[in-house]
Nanobody, 119 residues
Framework: QVQLVESGGGLVQAGGSLRLSCVAS????????VGWFRQAPEKERERLAD????????YYEDSVVGRFTISRDNAKSTVYLQMNSLKPEDTAVYYC????????????WGKGTLVTVSS
C-alpha cells in the first residue's frame, strides 16, 4: 500500500503563491492516478485536481482553473500542486491521495498540510 506525505503549506497573503508536495513511499507512484483535495472548516472535502500516471491527462475543479497546476515526477515519487493567485477562500487543509486507473475510490490519504491565505 502506498503512503503519502504532504508538505509545503503555510501562511501567505492573498495573491501569493505556494507549491505543495506529495511524496509517496511503499509502492511505485507511477502506477497511480494522484489527486489533490482540500477540506476547509465545516465544509466537505473537495477534489481540486488530479493527474494520470503518465501526466498526460489532468483534471481541475472550476474554482482553481488557471490558478493551480498539478504536476508529477515519478522518478522522485512526488506530485506537486503549484498554487498561484491565492485567495482567502483557498484556506484549508490540503491532502493528496491515489487511485488505480479506472477505479473511482482514492486511498493512501496523508495527514494533510495547512494552507492559510490572509486578506
Amino acid at each position: 500500500q502506498v503512503q503519502l506525505v504532504e508538505s509545503g503549506g503555510g501562511l501567505v497573503q492573498a495573491g501569493g503563491s505556494l507549491r505543495l508536495s506529495c511524496v509517496a513511499s511503499g509502492r511505485t507512484l507511477g502506477d497511480y492516478v494522484v489527486g489533490w483535495f482540500r477540506q476547509a472548516p465545516e465544509k466537505e472535502r473537495e477534489r481540486l485536481a488530479d493527474v494520470d500516471s503518465s501526466a498526460t491527462t489532468t483534471y481541475y475543479e472550476d474554482s482553481v482553473v488557471g490558478r493551480f497546476t498539478i504536476s508529477r515526477d515519478n522518478a522522485k515519487s512526488t506530485v506537486y500542486l503549484q498554487m498561484n493567485s491565492l485567495k482567502p477562500e483557498d484556506t484549508a487543509v490540503y491532502y493528496c491521495a491515489v487511485r488505480r486507473p479506472f477505479y473511482r475510490d482514492y486511498n493512501g490519504w496523508g495527514k494533510g498540510t495547512l494552507v492559510t491565505v490572509s486578506s
